[in-house]
């Protein structure tokens, strides 16, 4: 049920997506609390992006999950921005996140719904 979508304007190799997203999907097991064999991680690289204007190294990241509890996010943040810089050197101020909580009903799986 939890998916992180990370896209950023970086090139990066196949060995090196593998490893960033198996480290965000157990990241995201983690701070989210939720059974790793429901979280679903997709990278897209290398496309055209600005921001502020430059297109200096930087990710927009989309975070859905059922009960996604919104006094967390900060921390969520936090967490995420520092596994795009271990992963990508990516700076937090080049970093946006969007959080959505998905009601269950709205979240599709295994022919049925949350």
Partial sequence: MPLLKIQTNQLIDSDRQKTLI????????SILGKPERYVMVSIEHNPAMLFGGSDAPLAYLELKSIGLPESKTADFSRALANLLNDELALPADRIYIEFTDAPRAMWGWNGGTF
């Fill in 22 to 29: 198996n480290r965000a999907s157990q990241a995201l097991a």
